[in-house]
């Protein structure tokens, strides 16, 4: 049985995966969803991190639990991390599912945008985000209450932390043609934030990639639509040898 690393989105941690440590437990093991550093309660960084960095965090977490290599899921900005672990320590990874995210970089605005955020953070705290929140669930979900109350257990620092390490992070479209391990490219159909259109150029640039769209869920698909989400990770975990 493959081991399962989950990466998780902005700005939540590793419990956005506990029904997925649960559910997936009898098709890999083991089953680790580290937070990224500074995330659910885990010490901030002291200095401002990049995504690199988040992923040799990683790397440290796969390296202390003794996973050799792993199937690496990472949704939205766990991609972002996903695609840094496979330019950084590719030999460590066995697999990647690419869930609600996307291979480009951010264009000068949208960097600006995020750096703005994280200074509205650091000043206002994590409340600011959910003023007017990005369209993590599709309207009136009924996962919000609890999606709201996750948000609300980070630590302003490292959203703010992460927002300007997520503006600095590379564009990962000419890595694409390099991925030659089981891909799985997983999208919301209602995925308002990194819609289908950057999940196609996804897998049409990994060679045997494949693209499944969950239905009724929007950006946070495991959440929003969790049996559905599993059955596409255990049809790619199926695929590793
Ligand atoms: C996420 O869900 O991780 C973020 O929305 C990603 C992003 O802002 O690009």
Redesign the pocket.
């Known amino acids: 049985m493959p081991a399962l690393v989950l990466l998780?989105?902005?700005?939540?941690d590793r419990s956005m995966w506990d029904r997925q440590v649960r559910t997936l437990a009898d098709a890999a093991s083991p089953i680790v969803a580290p937070s990224f550093p500074g995330f659910g309660r885990s010490e901030l960084p002291s200095r401002q991190p990049s995504l690199d960095d988040y992923a040799d965090a990683v790397v440290g977490v796969m390296d202390a639990a003794r996973i050799d290599t792993a199937a690496i899921a990472g949704?939205?900005?766990?991609?972002?991390v996903a695609f840094a672990l496979w330019r950084r320590h590719r030999k460590r990874v066995a697999a990647l599912a690419l869930c609600?995210?996307?291979a480009e970089g951010?264009t000068p605005e949208?960097a600006q945008n995020?750096h703005r955020l994280a200074d509205t953070i650091r000043e206002h705290g994590v409340e600011a985000l959910l003023k007017a929140p990005?369209k993590?669930l599709r309207d009136g979900s009924p996962a919000w209450p609890a999606l709201k109350e996750l948000i609300r257990a980070q630590t302003k620092d490292a959203v703010a932390q992460?927002?300007v390490a997520?503006a600095g992070r590379p564009d990962s479209t000419p890595d694409l043609a390099t991925i030659d391990v089981p891909t799985a490219v997983i999208v919301g159909e209602a995925d308002a934030?990194?819609p289908l259109a950057n999940s196609k150029t996804i897998a049409d640039g990994i060679k045997g990639a494949t693209l499944a769209v969950i239905p009724d869920a929007g950006?946070?698909s495991n959440i929003e639509a969790p049996e559905a989400f599993d059955r596409a990770i255990r049809d790619w975990l199926r695929r590793i040898r």
Not at 8 to 12: S, T
Request: proline share 8%.
């Open positions: 998780h989105a902005f700005p939540l949704l939205s900005m766990g991609g972002y609600d995210t996307k951010d949208a995020r990005p993590w992460a927002s997520m934030i990194t950006h946070i």
